[in-house]
T-cell receptor
Framework: EAQVTQNPRYLITVTGKKLTVTCSQN?????MSWYRQDPGLGLRQIYY???????DKGDVPEGYKVSRKEKRNFPLILESPSPNQTSLYFC??????????????FGSGTRLTVV | AQKVTQAQTEISVVEKEDVTLDCVYE???????LFWYKQPPSGELVFLIR??????QNEISGRYSWNFQKSTSSFNFTITASQVVDSAVYFC??????????????FGTGTRLKVLA
């Protein structure tokens, strides 16, 4: 089944403790992206990657890191999480850079709470 | 700047009523794409439709229909004979061309639809 898998689904952590949210897709998609969803703000892009070893900042990159060493994986790293990073996170992928490549396939989401 | 406005924060309807979710956008691109996504209570995001700026034909898929009007920069979504399973948050999104040659998607803030039995 074509899908984007992100883990964990739920995570509660303490301020300052490094964490990684994993994301993997099995569709050979070039383009991957991380979003955060907050009430009243919709989905905002954190980082995106156009291909292996090619990443760039989205609208709200502060406090996050990403890497794209392999095509299928795009982990999101919070080096020193803070309470304002409490949010619902989505990983998404699509076949390529252009909008012709239909819509995103989204992961199931990771609800992160930083206390 | 590119922008997507979903002015309706929350809508409640009774089952079998028709309901329209509004989406108004602003863009400087001559070619662009519009999308609708559904987020049911389980939380995942489900792709519903993509429409390009050159195709103003309305689209119907079962009880769902979409009305794209370039003149008013709107891409509204209508559910006919709503059902409880339609209860979800619905997001409208717009593609934006970046100088790097790629496209990003700009999402609206979503409309929460509650369909009451």
């Amino acid at each position: 089944e074509a899908q984007v898998t992100q883990n964990p689904r739920y995570l509660i952590t303490v301020t300052g403790k490094k964490l990684t949210v994993t994301c993997s897709q099995n569709m050979n998609h070039e383009y991957m992206s991380w979003y955060r969803q907050d009430p009243g703000l919709g989905l905002r892009q954190i980082y995106y990657s156009m291909n292996v070893e090619v990443t760039d900042k989205g609208d709200v990159p502060e406090g996050y890191k990403v890497s794209r060493k392999e095509k299928r994986n795009f982990p999101l790293i919070l080096e020193s999480p803070s309470p304002n990073q409490t949010s619902l996170y989505f990983c998404a992928s699509r076949p390529g850079q252009g909008p012709l490549n239909y819509g995103y396939t989204f992961g199931s989401g990771t609800r992160l709470t930083v206390v | 700047a590119q922008k997507v406005t979903q002015a309706q924060t929350e809508i409640s309807v009774v089952e079998k009523e028709d309901v329209t979710l509004d989406c108004v956008y602003e863009t400087r691109d001559t070619t662009y794409y519009l999308f609708w996504y559904k987020q049911p209570p389980s939380g995942e995001l489900v792709f519903l439709i993509r429409r390009n700026s050159f195709d103003e034909q309305n689209e119907i898929s079962g009880r769902y229909s979409w009305n794209f009007q370039k003149s008013t920069s709107s891409f509204n979504f209508t559910i006919t004979a709503s059902q409880v399973v339609d209860s979800a948050v619905y997001f409208c999104a717009l593609s934006e061309a970046l100088s790097s040659g790629t496209y990003k998607y700009i999402f609206g803030t979503g409309t929460r639809l509650k369909v009451l039995a």
